[in-house]
């Protein structure tokens, strides 16, 4: 089965600086990639995917990720983070053939002032 | 429904009991997932479905997790024999199996407490 790897399990910040959480797959087939949200206390949010077609696509809340094909990678990034991103962010990967869907393990963003 | 509907939303029960989660995913998606997530972990894959069978169960941690889905719609984890360990969020997904519209909508989860 496919797997992911975050490789940061927490990231601090401070508000309005530039972040990166990283995100490797690894997978035998082809694969679609999601970024999801999980703010203190609710359910899982869609904050991007990678379907097909251009490499860098854009989120909500300021948010992209760039699909790296050649690394096996889809790293997050947003130029400047507010406080209200205080937040765990999972990166997902599933399988095109029959939906088939893996989390990786997380990494907390916290932003602080 | 609008969206993934899990209940109960909490499940206190003592340990050696058995339990059973309910998931009722969007109208019309063909597939749908379980998953586990403990605090301060990812969700962890137990089992997905695709129309009414389990097309990957090898999440499932041991013969007391059990999931069906017998109409292709709702679906329900079952837990024989409840220990501590099993104490954790459980999260139920569903998505249309379609290559423009793929993507996975959760329910807010049942939080299950072995005591």
């Known amino acids: 089965a496919q797997s992911v790897t975050q490789l940061d399990s927490q990231v601090p910040v401070f508000e309005e600086a530039p972040v990166e959480l990283r995100c490797n797959y690894s997978?035998?087939?082809?694969?679609?990639l999601f970024w999801y949200v999980q703010y203190p206390n609710q359910g899982l949010q869609l904050l991007l995917k990678?379907?097909?077609?251009?490499?860098l696509v854009k989120g909500i809340n300021g948010f992209e990720a760039e699909f790296n094909k050649s690394q096996t990678s889809f790293h997050l990034r947003k130029p400047s983070v507010h406080i209200s991103d205080t937040a765990e962010y999972f990166c997902?990967?599933?399988?095109?053939?029959?939906?088939?869907?893996?989390f990786g393990a997380g990494t907390r963003l916290t932003v602080k002032p | 429904g609008a969206g993934v509907s899990q209940t109960p939303s909490n499940k206190v029960t003592e340990k050696g009991k058995y339990v059973e989660l309910r998931c009722d995913p969007i109208?019309?998606?063909?597939?749908l997932y379980w998953y586990r997530q403990s605090l301060g972990q990812g969700p962890e894959f137990l089992i997905y479905f695709q129309g009414t069978g389990a097309a990957d169960d090898s999440g499932l941690p041991n013969d007391r997790f059990f999931a069906v889905r017998p109409e292709g719609s709702v679906s329900t984890l079952k837990i024989q024999r409840t220990e501590r360990g099993d104490s954790a969020v459980y999260l139920c997904a569903s998505s249309l199996f379609a290559q423009t519209q793929t993507e996975a909508f959760f329910g807010q989860g049942t939080r299950l407490t072995v005591v």
């Open positions: 997978s035998s087939v082809s694969v679609y």
């Open positions: 990678y379907l097909s077609g251009s490499t």
């Open positions: 109208s019309g998606h063909t597939a």
């Open positions: 997902a990967v599933m399988r095109e053939e029959n939906n088939d869907m893996r």
